[in-house]
């Protein structure tokens, strides 16, 4: 089931907002591709594009924190490490046993949950705390 950007979900920050959005592209690609029984294949590929994503946004995510002073900030640290471990554990899976229905369903569970838990509800704290504050300095 592929899962739709909603201008609600944004935090606010174009550079945050683009970066969901481009993981909302990835995550959908590959629900299209294990709806045309092609999940298998599309498994590396959204790997490489976690690999990427992960330093690219975790980073720019928690910089961003630091800056606005989130007090929720080791929390929401702690969860994108925990995100990272998981994925690099569905690698080593892909390593050692291939890319199995087992395997794409796995991943297909751990990136909506991200979608749906993480961009929702934690990340969009973060945009309405940063409202609140810069709404405070105004």
Known sequence: MKVQWREHLS???E???EQHR???DAFNAFVAACDSGKGKEEVTRVFDFLDAYVIIHFAAEERLQRRFGF????RHREV???FIGELADMKVR??????TLPLVIATGRVMAGWLIEHISGMDRNFG???REQE????
């Open 80 to 82: 994108h490490k925990k």
């Open 11 to 13: 935090v606010g920050m």
């Open 22 to 24: 481009r993981l909302f």
């Open 94 to 99: 892909l390593s050692s046993e291939g890319a």
């Open 135 to 138: 709404m405070g300095a105004a």
């Open 71 to 74: 007090p929720d900030y080791e």
């Open 128 to 130: 309405r705390f940063v």
């Open 15 to 17: 550079e945050v907002d």
